[in-house]
């Protein structure tokens, strides 16, 4: 059974930073990172695609990072010059249904497993 359990949310005002975490059990491929704003479509932030590169969304580039540590099954996102407008609920997932690449891979609909998310909040 894959688990994934975010961890690291909370609220932050503009220009500040937030890490966070996501340890996977039951599962040892790539994770990666979507956010879903409340009346809107989930959308992918940083994922790792079929080829292990980093892609990030357009409006994250420079502020955001992707990591991992695989000895330790976890995920990380490192948020800086954080903006009102990245205030989202923020998902892990895992098991991308087919091979992706570039902006592709940044597509939510492919992934089968998800975290139950943790909210990110930035206040102007």
């Known amino acids: 059974q894959v688990q994934l359990v975010e961890s690291g949310g909370g609220s932050v005002q503009a220009g500040g930073s937030l890490r966070l975490s996501c340890v996977a059990s039951?599962?040892?491929?790539?994770l990666h990172w979507f956010r879903q704003v409340p009346g809107k479509e989930r959308e992918g932030v940083a994922v790792?695609?079929?080829?292990?590169?980093?892609i990030y969304a357009d409006g994250v580039k420079g502020r955001f990072t992707i990591s991992e540590d695989n000895a330790k099954n976890t995920l990380y996102l490192d948020m800086n010059l954080l903006k009102p407008e990245d205030t989202a609920m923020f998902y892990c997932?895992?098991?991308?249904?087919?091979?992706?690449?570039?902006?592709?891979?940044?597509?939510?609909?492919?992934?089968?497993?998800w975290g139950q998310g943790l909210h990110v909040t930035v206040s102007s």
């Open positions: 997932a895992a098991g991308r249904q087919r091979r992706a690449y570039g902006l592709d891979a940044l597509n939510p609909a492919l992934l089968i497993y």
């Open positions: 039951g599962w040892t491929g790539a």
């Open positions: 790792f695609d079929s080829d292990d590169r980093k």
